[in-house]
Each structure stands twice: as C-alpha cells, then as structure tokens.
C-alpha cells in the first residue's frame, strides 16, 4: 500500500455503521472521530452496554494523533472512559461536549488524565497531517459540530449527526456557508448522516414543538412532568421559556438532569428566565398548578424517575390524579413496548400523558431526504459514503446519492469494519478488518461473548433442570434422585412432573450404556422433551461413595 | 343482583381490553365473542403465546349458549383449541373465518369436536337470549363481522376490528346502513375498536397499496418476493391482479400460506386469474422476471421462510442478487429489531427490500380518529365502552367520545377482568374477576407463571453457576471444588476469574459458620458480585461421604 493512501475505517461491528467510531489513518497518523457506545438489543440478554471492538486503533495506539468528539450524545461519547484506558492522546471537543465529557469522566475518576481541549464551531485545528474545520450542525444536542478533514489526498467532509433546521431553538442554524465554501475548494467524499433515509421530505424544525407545548401547559389542570433525555438542553430551554410564559416554577428531578443542566446554564447553553427554576424541594411544596417538573425516562427505563413513578416506587415524590406527563423524546427503536407500558402504568395511576405521535412533543434530530439531497447538492462531493445508519438507511442514502448526481460507481455502501482507501482521485475497497463490538456487562469489558448470549438466550428460552444424584460403588442409587430446576416450571403446578422425571431416573439408570453420565443427562433430556415439548439445559452431578 | 341485569365481560388480563375474548352475560346465559391468542413480549421469556384466563367461563360452562368469531385472525380465532378443550358450545362464523377455524382445528384433531356453523353478514341468529345481528366490516380479512346484540336491557353494537374503507378491495364497504337503521332502534351501549385511537384522520383504504404495487413491479429487475401475513387473503388478490397485468407467474411458498390461500380460493373469497397461479417448483425453474412468490415472515421471525432466506437457511431456494422483495405487512410493536434485522440481511444478501414507510405497501386494519367519530355518529348509543387497545388507547377514544357528544359519565374506561353491569336504562362497574391470562409454553398451558419467567429473567441477566463440592465427614473437601457456569462468562476468557472463585472456596470452607451450603452460596455470590458486579444465580451442592 501507497503512503499517500488515506484510510477511512469505520469501527464497531453490527451497529450503525461509522457512528460510535470512525478512524482516519494517513501513513504514521490516526484521527479518531467520536468513541460512542450502542445500546444493546433486546435479544443480547443482561449486556448493559456495546462498545465498538478498537483493537486496531490500540494495536496502532502511538500514531494516534487525537480524537474528535463531534456532539455530546452517548453514542458518540459513552466510551471515552474505555478508549482512555487504551490510549492517550489529545480529546478536542466544542464548550458543551466538553462539560458533558468532563460530567462523565470525573465519574470514573479518569477527569485528570484526559487531555480535554476546547474548540469552537470555525476554528480549524492541525491534528497530524489531518487540518479539521469544525463546522457548526443543527441536531437534537446544541454546540453539535460536524468536520471538515483536508488531507493529503483531499477533502473529506464528516457531517455526524445533522440536520438543517431551518428556525432552531437556539437561533443558530447549521452552516450552510461553510458548506458551500468546501464544495468551492473541491471536495473529495462526503460521509454523511443517514439516521432517517427512509423518511420522506424535511424534518420539521425543533420550534414545531412549542405550540404543542403550549397547548399543553395551557390545558393542565394540575403539575406537569416533562421526560425527555437527560442531555436535551435545548428541550430544558423550551420547558423553560413556556413555564415563564405560564406563571410556573420549573424544577429538575434526577442527578444526570440536573447536572448537565448546571452544566450547560454555567457555560450559557441554558438560559433558565429569572426566578424561573426552583429546587425539587421546593416544587414539591407548592401547588401544583404552578410547577413543572423536568425528569428522565422518557424510554420507560424501570431505574429512571418515571419509570420508578409508573411502578409507584420512586421515593421522593408520587403521581398524583389529573398530573399532566410529557414524553419529549424519541423512541429508541426496541423500546416501544417498555414505552407503551410505562404510558399505561401512569394512565392507570390517573395521569394524562402526551406523547408522539398523540402530540407533536418530539421532533427528530436528524435530516430526512430532502435534506440529504441538499447536502449533496451543497457539497458536491465526487465520492460518496452513507454513514449513520444500518444498512437499509444506507442502501437509501445511496439511491437518493444517486439521484442527486453521484454516479454509482463513486458510491460506496460499506459496513463496520470495512476499510476504504481513497487516493488523490480515486476510492477502492481495502482489507476489511475482524473488528466487531465488545459487550459490557457489569464491571467486566469483553468476558461475555457471543457465545455466552445464546447461553443465557437457552437458559432464558426454557431455563434449566439440575439432577444430583449419589450412587455406591456398584452404580446404584443411594437415595432418590434430587431435582432444581429453574425457569423451567411452577414448582406447585409441575410436582407430578418432577415425581414422573425422578420415577424415570431411577427406572433407566440400571439399564443405562457406557458413559453413565452422558447417557443420564441424554434420558432425562428426552424425557422431559416428549412431556413438555421444551428443552431446558439438563445437569447431572454424579456422587460415588 | 338483578336477573334483569346485563353483564360484560371482558377477559384476558393485560393485553388489549376485550380483543381477544368477551363475554355476554344475562341471567342463565353467555354468549362468547372471539377467542384469541396475545403475542409474548419481549421480556416474557420462551413463550410460545398467550390465552386469556378463562377460568369464569369453565366454571359457568354449562350455561354458555354459543361462541361468535368475528373474523380470522389469531388474535380473535387462535386459542379456540384450548376453549374447545374445556367448553361445548356452537361456534358461529362467516365462510371465511370458519374455513379458517376448520384449517386451525383439524390441525389439532379437534375438527370432528367442534360445532361449527355458518353465518353470513346480514343474517340473525337466536343464541340463547341474545339476537346477534351479523354486520359486514371492513378489515384487513375479508368476511369480517361486528355484532349488533339485541339483549333483554337493550341493543348493544360491538365493532370487533372494523374500518371504514371507502373503496375495499374486495367491494364490500362496511354496513353503514345496518348501523343507522341500528340508531333508529336505539342503542344502549357501543363498544368499538380503538387501535387507532393515536391516529389523527382516516385510515388509508386497503386499496392505495395498488400504485405502489404497480411500481414496484414495473422496476423489479428479477425476482420478485412479496411477504405478508398467512391469512391477509386481500393481499394475495392484489398480487395475483397485478402479476396478471404485469405477465408474471405466481407461487405461494409455505404451508399456512399455501393452505389458507386454497381455502379462499375454494370459497370464492380468492380469484387468481386464470394461468397466473403456479406450484413453487415450477416458479422456481422459470425465468426470475417472469415470478412473483408469496410467503411468510412479515414479522421477521426466524423460522419462517423469509426468515430463513435472511439468514441463508432456507432449504428450496435462496434469495438471488436483485430479488425485489416487498414486505406488505404492519409491524407488530414489540417486532421492530427483529425485522429491521432482517431487513439488513436481506440487503447484505443482494436484495432490495421495500418496506413502510419507505414505500406504501401496506395499510392499517384499524379505524383512525375520523372515523372512530364517524362510528359514534352513526350508531349514537347511550353509554360507550372503548374496547381493543390498551390502556392508552382507550383513553384517547374516551376523549374522541367525549368530542362526539357522549357525556363523560356514559363513558367507561375498563381493564380486562372488570364487569360492566347494564340494566335497561343504567351502566355500573361490577365485580372484577381475577381472570388474567395464561401463559403456553411447548406443549404445557398454564405450569410457566409470572414466577417461572422472573426466574428466566434472572438466569438471562447473568446465568448461573453451578459449584459441587467433595466433602469427607469433618466438612473437608477431598478435591478441588468443581464449577460449571452458563451464560455468566466466556469460559476462555475468564478461566482467572473460575481459579480464583475456586481458591476462594478453598480457604473459605474451614471458617463457615453454621449451615455450610447456605453459608458457602452467600460466599461464592458476593465473591462473584465483588469481582464483577454481575448477580448470576448460584448453586452449591454438597457430597458427602
């Protein structure tokens, strides 16, 4: 391979592809773009989380030259604690990802070893041979950058997450004059957002949201709680405004929030009207016509606060009747039916709750096609690479790419892993990587596999049956055979059951061949198999005295 | 209570209100309407489906006058096997749902049981004291019914699953003149569907999948797949009509497809032009432009044929570069990763996947909000109970009630498992039954509980571990301690992790105060918990000698 080949590879197994990790390698330099984690799917059983596998950026750890973070959200932030662990090397982030990093890593008590640097949307840094232009974004976070990446083969434009809100909350559109500016110098390849290419037209501005708001703090008979995602500031700043507009107190509830709402109104991100916001305590005091609470969950978590609120288990405060619930959020794809379960449960307690699609009270932060075919039309980049998205929302990207004047041939529709190798004027599909994701579970990176899922996925499927049984020396039973099972049946209900498989056991066992073992836990397989037609993992343990 | 009283019935624990099964019950008397089957979610681990408790209905079975199906759905039609099995009643349906039930019961032996007899829309029938008035809805299965029950306290309109689709596929509008001329006769009670109770407007006719069918035939470069659900007949004649018009050849693949698709055909409820239909083996030898397949999998579900194309495991054939293949199903909620994931495959495989809301090629069932008012309208009852949804949903349609003029107080929001108590001029919340619903898990129904599936829950959190001890009679182990774990960790990569839980063991054993194997769980546990905050279940068993 060239030298004067730049690398572009995406990191991190099955998720979507290049959106928790991107790395761009030119000879002896990396540049990492975000360190993001995945939530895990509802069939990968007890993972708490998903990092993407950066084997190959620890293997290459001293030509790591920094490490972009474009937003403050967890799945371009949550695995910073574990990349620094691995590696050291200079973070640079805008004001607000950088309290958001700084939130998370006094955490972990990682704060002072993290080399944290301070950019603003405009500037341009050299990092390695690699000249980045941060570029301000519109998207569901405030102080969102995407990148501009001169290399020297040319100019590769980053998006991350975007979308060009027309009217946004916090007056500050995405930057449509840098953009403009990259097409003029030239540009090389886009790697852009693909989140939404499935929906059609324009998402609609953050702003939308405000009548539905207004609507709703106009019609509450009594408190309202706002749930939304602890790091939607501008979400903060909207409750903010119309509770001062409505003669109402506002309070958050729950550490994460009310951290990075200290957070971001000391680094003016939030602007909370005077006298406005008022401590949980407080609110908790006052008649309820007059406050509003802000809280997470709005993804039905059982540990958050509404989650805890819906089971009627959260300590400090309860529903009470003709509360009014705003879900401000989308939901993350496999958490609909713990949402809806959750809107139940707090309709049950007497709550009124609004929510998508009942109610505009979410919007998305991600461009739809029409503004991906602007994107393009504005960057007029000569190859193309659909990033964000699985590979059905890249597959779409790719076609509307198409229609937007890319030619197919300088498409590239690629998965984690994947490396592609860009020259001057050309791009080719590299070595493609082993890569992956790494689970964690508790304390411990990496100990729970593939493997030990689809345990757990068995285990879980019809659970397991455990027979002990002593025998003297001549292999005969000394006592009756003892049987735990879990997960398997109700105990009171499947007795007879468990009489029937210890009856079975102790005809079969003086006619049972060779290995003695194997073939109790074969008998005790099939047995249980034709009376119930499930297959629960079978343990023997043999005692010999 | 009164023996001029009416009682409703609604069953079948937490799933939507009286979706799966309701009953009707005056003096002596039951009528019972539809007797379906509920989806496991997602955290309701290894079950296979889910049936109403119907413990009320065994204990009153003797005076149960009839069984009314109202269409051919699971979710009204599938537990009818486990309700024959305890209940002997006639069983009344339409051509269709009876030819449906009939495929379904043979399959269990059950068919020479079962009285099953005809109706069609239009048609009354006596059951007991009950006049039951079958009336043609729209839906997405022809020959669906709602019911108008002339009780001894007054008429009671029950929807069952309807839209008002102006222009159905098969021609057939729903009766609204059977419901005006039921409001000139005076209404005391309207329970009607309220799925859609979240959507604004009215619900796409049945029909507007027609262009984006045409589309996708005129642009598929090959094969074409088109995967829905076993028993959307409607479907089967839209892609029979349009492989007719676009020269193709059709199959259906699969057993329930093929099956209901012959019962349909047999009926009159399926007219595959002449020539267009032929058998899989010979679709499979032609020329790929000239196919169209049918099967199943909409839901993604990995035993299915388009489960298994995705996955490559699919014995007949296999999915081709540029197969189109056209997912023409809703999405069940809780199914969402499940079919994305397939969707991904699929592509990863060379296919192109249409799919909603990429391309409209499938439509609701259900009502929307419109026409939900348009219901209320024309059937103007007395008293108004939402049924068919859940909690969140009922709420909405309570409110849509509310708009059309029903006072809130002749509005009952209901769970299953509360009577509702009619007398001719009066509605009151009755007695609430324990009712519930009832696990089915292999072959067993009713031995897996709530408790079973929190203990699968535990073991898919963290698997277990499993420790056997060899112990001499002063309590001293004679070998090393034996561990065998499941799904806790990768058995490679934590081989440390075992040595160390054994040498804790070890020097543990002689210090254990009181009973051993309790004292030696609690140690093994918070060893584990220590090393890596995971709680896996754990065993000990002690062998003495």
């Known amino acids: 391979m060239s030298k004067k080949t730049l690398k572009i590879i995406p990191l991190g197994g099955l998720g979507e592809v290049g959106k928790n990790m991107t790395a761009y390698e030119y000879g002896d330099n990396i540049l990492v773009v975000d360190s993001g984690i995945m939530f895990p799917e509802n069939d990968m059983l007890g993972i708490d989380y998903i990092i993407p596998d950066f084997d190959y950026l620890v293997k290459r750890k001293d030509i790591i030259r920094g490490i972009v973070i474009t937003h403050g959200h967890e799945d371009h932030t949550g695995a910073?604690?574990?990349?620094?662990?691995?590696?050291?090397?200079?973070?640079?982030?805008?004001?607000?990802t950088r309290g958001l990093l700084e939130v998370k890593l006094?955490?972990?008590?990682?704060?002072?070893?993290?080399?944290?640097?301070?950019?603003?949307?405009?500037?341009?840094?050299?990092?390695?041979?690699?000249?980045?232009?941060?570029?301000?974004?519109?998207?569901?976070?405030p102080d969102s950058v995407g990148l501009g990446i001169t290399t020297p083969v040319g100019l590769i434009v980053h998006t991350a997450d975007y979308k060009f809100d027309p009217t946004p909350?916090?007056?500050?559109?995405?930057?449509?004059?840098?953009?403009?500016?990259?097409?003029?110098?030239?540009?090389?390849?886009?790697?852009?957002?693909s989140t939404n290419a499935d929906k059609a037209g324009w998402t609609p501005s953050e702003r939308v949201i405000g009548p539905a708001f207004d609507k709703a703090f106009s019609e509450?008979?009594?408190?309202?709680?706002?749930?939304?995602?602890?790091?939607?500031?501008?979400?903060?700043?909207?409750v903010a405004d119309t509770a001062a507009r409505y003669g109402r107190k506002m309070a958050f509830a729950g550490m994460s929030m009310t951290e990075n709402a200290k957070m971001a109104a000391k680094l003016g991100y939030l602007k909370i009207p005077d006298?406005?916001?008022v401590s949980l305590d407080q609110a908790l005091q006052m008649n309820p016509k007059k406050v509003v609470l802000m809280c997470t969950g709005s993804q039905g978590e059982p540990t958050s606060i509404l989650g805890r609120l819906s089971a009627g288990t959260n300590r400090r405060f309860g529903i009470k009747e003709n509360d009014t619930i705003i879900l401000s959020s989308h939901t993350i794809p496999g958490n609909e039916e713990t949402i809806y379960r959750t809107i139940n449960s707090l309709f049950r307690r007497g709550a009124n709750v609004l929510y998508d699609p009942l109610v505009p009270v979410h919007v998305s932060g991600h461009a739809s096609q029409d503004e991906?075919?602007?994107?393009?039309?504005?960057?007029?980049?000569?190859?193309?690479?659909?990033?964000?998205?699985?590979?059905?929302?890249?597959?779409?990207?790719?076609?509307?790419?198409?229609?937007?004047?890319?030619?197919?041939?300088n498409i590239a529709v690629i998965e984690n892993g994947q490396i592609i190798e860009f020259e001057a004027d050309s791009m080719r599909l590299g070595e493609r990587i082993p890569g992956g994701y790494v689970f964690v579970d508790g304390a411990r990176v990496g100990d729970v596999g593939p493997s030990v899922v689809r345990e757990r996925e068995e285990l879980a499927r019809d659970g397991f049956v455990l027979v002990s049984l002593n025998l003297d020396n001549n292999g005969r039973l000394r006592d009756d055979p003892e049987i735990i099972t879990r997960g398997f049946v109700y105990k009171h209900e499947a007795q007879e059951l468990i009489e029937a498989t210890s009856q079975h056991i102790i005809e079969t066992i003086d006619n049972l061949d060779g290995d003695i073992h194997n073939s109790m836990v074969k008998a005790?397989?099939?047995?249980?198999?034709?009376e119930t037609k499930r297959r629960p993992m079978v343990f023997v343990t043999l005692n010999w005295s």
Chains 1, 2 share one sequence.
């Open 220 to 238: 509450a008979p009594s408190r309202i709680l706002v749930a939304s995602f602890a790091s939607l500031i501008s979400r903060m700043q909207q």
């Open 80 to 96: 910073i604690r574990h990349v620094l662990e691995e590696i050291d090397a200079p973070i640079y982030a805008t004001p607000l």
């Open 106 to 141: 006094s955490k972990g008590g990682l704060l002072s070893k993290a080399d944290l640097r301070t950019v603003q949307a405009g500037d341009t840094v050299q990092i390695g041979p690699f000249k980045v232009e941060f570029f301000h974004v519109c998207h569901s976070i």
């Open 275 to 277: 006298g406005v916001q």
């Open 372 to 409: 991906m075919r602007l994107m393009i039309h504005l960057v007029k980049p000569k190859f193309f690479i659909p990033i964000h998205g699985e590979l059905r929302h890249l597959k779409q990207h790719a076609i509307i790419a198409k229609e937007s004047g890319i030619p197919q041939e």
């Open 169 to 193: 909350v916090d007056g500050w559109p995405t930057d449509f004059a840098k953009l403009a500016e990259f097409s003029s110098r030239g540009v090389l390849a886009l790697l852009a957002d």
């Open 524 to 530: 005790v397989r099939s047995f249980l198999y034709k």
